[in-house]
Nanobody, 124 residues
Framework: QVQLVESGGGLVQAGGSLTLSCAASGRTFSSYGMGWFRQAPGKEREFVAA????????YYPGSVKGRFTISRDNSKNTVYLQMNSLKPEDTAVYYCAADHESYGSTWYGAYDYWGQGTQVTVSS
């Protein structure tokens, strides 16, 4: 079992930055691929970033590539999402997820555990 708790969301102006954190319980965190997804009202859940077990491989969709950076600290059981140059269309609830497959997937269905989400609101 892995429990995930996100933090760091909030209100920010367009062009600003936020860093989300996801703290994981469990001794097997370092073997999990980790991902971030987001969901805006009335829209489907959208892939934002993923990272493999070691942090050596990362994946992003075109909508955030170059603006968002995913990283992890296995000694702290934590994964981060650094978000720069935020846009109003980045407004959503952001979810952290853990995949027992270590490579990190872009598909939400691959993930076994989810956090409760943290709200990010970007004002124009």
């Amino acid at each position: 079992q892995v429990q995930l708790v996100e933090s760091g969301g909030g209100l920010v102006q367009a062009g600003g930055s936020l860093t989300l954190s996801c703290a994981a319980s469990g001794r097997t965190f370092s073997s999990y691929g980790m991902g971030w997804f987001r969901q805006a009202p009335g829209k489907e859940r959208e892939f934002v970033a993923a990272i493999n077990w070691s942090g050596g491989s990362t994946y992003y969709p075109g909508s955030v590539k170059g603006r968002f950076t995913i990283s992890r600290d296995n000694s702290k059981n934590t994964v981060y999402l650094q978000m720069n140059s935020l846009k109003p269309e980045d407004t959503a609830v952001y979810y952290c997820a853990a995949d027992h497959e270590s490579y990190g997937s872009t598909w939400y269905g691959a993930y076994d555990y989810w956090g409760q989400g943290t709200q990010v609101t970007v004002s124009s």
